[in-house]
């Protein structure tokens, strides 16, 4: 598969999670800070990345596009640090969904509920009837868990 540059670079290195574009470092995570890992797709393929890894400390949240090079070795390294195999689910999904990958305790449960946008027009309503449009927003389970 031919990774473009745009989804940048995944990599386990110095006890972090370090996440780069082609212009620089976008973030970086120490692995001990991790509470949470998830991924999710959206709707936006197959034009631009519908596909994304999201990482959560205590303090916030972080997210990297599943197509990033290095992502295999990147999820072996890491699979390693942590003692559990992280096993994506969502390859072949189409539609919003997410679900955790650690900790093992709660892989596979929801990372997101999907809340609609409420419209407030008539063109809003209809628009909203055509093409749904949620807000994501983590599950009270992933909030209670990333404390």
């Known amino acids: 598969m031919n ?8 990599e386990v290195g110095n006890d972090a999670i370090i996440y780069t574009m082609p212009n620089g470092e976008v973030w970086q995570i120490a692995i001990a800070d991790l509470r949470i890992i998830g991924e999710f797709t959206n709707t936006d393929g197959p034009g631009a990345d519908d596909y994304f890894f999201v990482f959560l400390t205590r303090e916030q949240s972080f997210e990297a ?5 290095g992502r295999d070795s ?8 942590l003692g559990h ?13 997410s679900r955790v ?9 929801p990372l997101f509920d999907l809340v609609p946008v409420k419209p407030t027009s008539f063109f809003g309503r209809l628009k909203q009837r055509i093409s749904p449009r949620v807000v994501l927003h983590f599950t009270e389970e ?5 404390i």
Request: with cysteine; proline share 4%; glycine share 10%.
């Open 101 to 109: 990958l650690w900790p093992s305790h709660l892989e596979g449960h």
């Open 3 to 10: 990774v473009p540059a745009s989804s940048g670079h995944l």
């Open 142 to 146: 992933i909030l209670a868990a990333s």
């Open 74 to 81: 990147f999820l072996g390294g890491l699979s390693a640090r």
């Open 85 to 97: 195999e992280l096993r994506t689910g969502l390859c072949h999904s189409t539609s919003l969904a």
């Open 65 to 69: 596009s599943f197509y990033a090079s």
